[in-house]
């Protein structure tokens, strides 16, 4: 079945440490996001992606970094200079690389980051 | 206020009847789709409603938009248990590349 997988769904870090949080779609979607969710909030956008090695900043990308090597892959690198990274991520792709607001999301089940 | 609000913010009907959600915005939109999440999961696309339409059905789901009041609903009818999940709603800003989401409506169907 095509989907979008992310790994891990819990993640724990000290708080100084950078960490990796994977994205991968097999739905040959050109473009990709990655979204932070917070308690009873909505999404906020950290980073996207229309096309292979290419990226753009969101509204919240300050301490966060991203790559885009392969079409299928998009991981997020929450780094130690993100004041606040406990919350849940959640990567998402959609089919059309330009105009990416008039097509529907698919996401993954997210993975919940904890660091104390 | 934010670009997508949802009213209300919570909702608790019996099994059976029918929910009804809105979505307000503030700027023009190309359109505005509507997701569902259930606990600690991904979102879950469920209707694209494009700014020249102002009715779409799938299922039991009914959208209608109104953009002459920045307004949206999404009715579920005869709900069941496994509606239970918090419902959002994103809207598409015109030419801004963005799609901005709503802080959700979340819904309890009590069996």
């Known amino acids: 079945d095509g989907g979008i997988t992310q790994s891990p769904k819990y993640l724990f870090r000290k708080e100084g440490q950078n960490v990796t949080l994977s994205c991968e779609q097999n739905?040959?979607?050109?473009?990709m996001y990655w979204y932070r969710q917070d308690p009873g909030q909505g999404l906020r956008l950290i980073y996207y992606?229309?096309?292979?090695?290419?990226?753009q900043k969101g509204d919240i990308a300050e301490g966060y970094s991203v790559s885009r090597e392969k079409k299928e892959s998009f991981p997020l690198t929450v780094t130690s200079a993100q004041k606040n990274p406990t919350a849940f991520y959640l990567c998402?792709?959609?089919?059309?690389?330009?105009?990416?607001?008039?097509?529907?999301?698919?996401f993954g089940n997210g993975t919940r980051l904890t660091v104390t | 206020s934010q670009q997508g609000e949802e009213d209300p913010q919570a909702l608790s009907i019996q099994e059976g009847e029918n929910a009804t959600m809105n979505c307000s915005y503030k700027?023009?939109?190309?359109?505005l789709q509507w997701y569902r999440q259930n606990s600690g999961r991904g979102l879950v696309h469920l209707i694209l409603?494009?700014?020249?339409?102002r009715e779409k059905h799938s299922g039991r789901l009914r959208v209608t938009l109104d953009t002459s009041k920045k307004s949206s609903s999404l009715l579920i009818t005869a709900s069941r248990a496994a509606d239970t999940a918090s419902y959002f709603c994103?809207?598409?800003?015109?030419?801004?590349?963005?799609?901005?989401f709503g802080q959700g409506t979340r819904l309890t169907i009590n069996p």
């Open positions: 998402a792709s959609s089919e059309t690389a330009t105009g990416f607001y008039n097509s529907p999301l698919h």
């Open positions: 739905l040959n979607h050109d473009a």
């Open positions: 992606s229309q096309i292979v090695n290419d990226f």
């Open positions: 700027t023009s939109i190309n359109n």
């Open positions: 409603i494009r700014s020249n339409e």
């Open positions: 994103a809207t598409g800003i015109q030419g801004a590349q963005k799609l901005v």
